[in-house]
């Protein structure tokens, strides 16, 4: 059984910064890319951000030059540093993992932006 346990969600003014993780455990033989995706009431689920195992990255254009996405290989853990974050940019943020050939998700962690 794969799981992805996410942290770092939580409340922070419009212009701070926060850090979300991301954590995979269980009987893992590969991981073929991770990544962050956001959504908010009423809408879709959108990507954010993603990296694959040879270090590609691929950002929504609304995030790109304020959130950066890392990875830790020997943790099995994906980061998503968040840096000027807007009032927009609220929603429960979701891990994504394609791990064994098989697509996970994590149980999504609220970031809400808010003066």
């Known amino acids: 059984q794969v799981q992805l346990v996410e942290s770092g969600g939580g409340l922070v003014q419009p212009g701070g910064s926060l850090r979300l993780s991301c954590a995979a455990s269980g009987s893992i033989f590969k991981i073929s890319g991770m990544g962050w995706f956001r959504q908010v009431p009423g809408k879709q689920r959108e990507l954010v951000a993603t990296l694959t195992t040879t270090g590609r990255t691929n950002y929504a254009d609304s995030v790109k030059g304020r959130f950066t996405i890392s990875r830790d290989n020997a943790k099995n853990t994906v980061y998503l540093q968040m840096n000027s974050l807007k009032p927009e940019d609220t929603a429960i943020y979701y891990c994504?993992?394609?791990?064994?050939?098989?697509?996970?998700w994590g149980q999504g962690t609220q970031v809400t932006v808010s003066s």
């Open positions: 994504h993992a394609l791990i064994n050939e098989r697509d996970y």
